[in-house]
């Protein structure tokens, strides 16, 4: 069975920074697609950044030169580091994927495997 953990959340002032992980198990991070999706309260969940099989990565333009999708094949864990935080940043971020090697993806019909999500805040 596939299985992502989110973990990393936290509260932070604006400005600040944090790093967000993704540990997969039964789920190749090496070789598959995989995104980081947020949802605020009251709004629809949205596609942030996504990473294909092949290394591409595509980011909304909200986070452009913010945040960093990346992934560390050995740990079987994906990562987002996220700088210079908003108040519009705070949400509950996923992780998910979908075992195919050349999605590069922000829409949320496209990822079959979700986390349980980790909180962010920004104040």
């Known amino acids: 069975d596939v299985q992502l953990v989110e973990s990393g959340g936290g509260s932070v002032q604006a400005g600040g920074s944090l790093r967000l992980s993704c540990a997969a198990s039964?789920?190749?991070?090496?070789?598959?697609?995989m995104a980081w999706f947020r949802q605020a309260p009251g709004k629809e969940r949205e596609g942030i950044a996504t990473?294909?099989?092949?290394?591409?990565?595509s980011y909304a333009d909200s986070v452009k030169g913010r945040f960093t999708i990346s992934k560390d094949n050995a740990k079987f864990t994906l990562y987002l580091q996220m700088n210079s935080l908003k108040p519009d940043d705070t949400a509950m971020y996923y992780c998910?994927?979908?075992?195919?090697?050349?999605?590069?993806?922000?829409?949320?019909?496209?990822?079959?495997?979700w986390g349980q999500g980790t909180q962010v805040t920004v104040s």
């Open positions: 998910a994927g979908r075992g195919v090697p050349n999605l590069l993806s922000l829409r949320v019909s496209d990822f079959t495997y």
């Open positions: 039964g789920y190749d991070v090496s070789r598959f697609s």
């Open positions: 990473v294909s099989g092949y290394g591409r990565t």
